[in-house]
């Protein structure tokens, strides 16, 4: 250092050190959660069916604190059963079988969601066709009639509906 005029000097020493380069291998595990829903495809309207949610973890760790959430069958959103699954261990499932009653006509949801710690969740849907049977009576003919002579009526009955009618009677 030379000084060039007749001022104070400010001088800063850096000092660094490092310990010898070690290296870590650190295993990541990661949960996943799969859920299938399987059962028949079709439903009479009323008509009580089962259904079979298999909730898997293909993942690498477990999955804490497994919630499902069953949506009812018969087209709402409002949820109608929970199932607290608790732990699932990586490469386990577990089977929950649902009893649901059809509500409604037309294609409905069977609609399942799943949710763990860490944000996790998965969510499987099946839909099913809801028959419902229905019945319409037409009855034709004079509306007045002379006593003691003979009249002719036509009675039509009819099955509107998108199931068979089973055991009608007409009377």
Do not use: W
């Not at 299938?36 to 949610?53: I, M, N, Q």
């Not at 909730?55 to 059963?81: C, F, I, K, M, Y």
């Not at 649902?98 to 409604?104: F, K, P």
Request: glycine share 8%; with cysteine; hydrophobic share 40%.
């Amino acid at each position: 250092i030379i000084p060039k005029r007749g001022e104070s000097l400010q001088l800063t020493v850096s000092c660094s050190c490092a310990p010898p380069v070690a290296q870590a291998v650190v295993q990541v595990q990661e949960p996943r959660l799969q859920m299938v829903v399987a059962g028949p495809d079709e439903a009479l309207y009323g008509e009580s069916k089962t259904f079979e949610l298999t909730l898997s973890n293909p993942g690498t760790g477990p999955a804490e604190n497994v919630v499902v959430h069953v949506v009812n069958l018969g087209g709402s959103d409002r949820l109608d059963e929970v199932h607290k699954v608790g732990s699932l261990a990586p490469g386990m499932s577990r089977t929950i079988d649902l009893t649901m009653v059809a509500r409604q006509t037309g294609t409905v949801l069977v609609k399942a969601q799943a949710s763990a710690l860490g944000g996790l969740s998965s969510e499987a849907t099946k839909e099913v066709l809801v028959r419902r049977p229905a019945l319409r009576v037409d009855l034709a003919g004079p509306e007045t009639q002379y006593a003691g002579t003979r009249a002719a009526y036509r009675l039509h009955v009819a099955n509107p509906g998108t199931a068979a009618a089973r055991n009608v009677t007409v009377s």
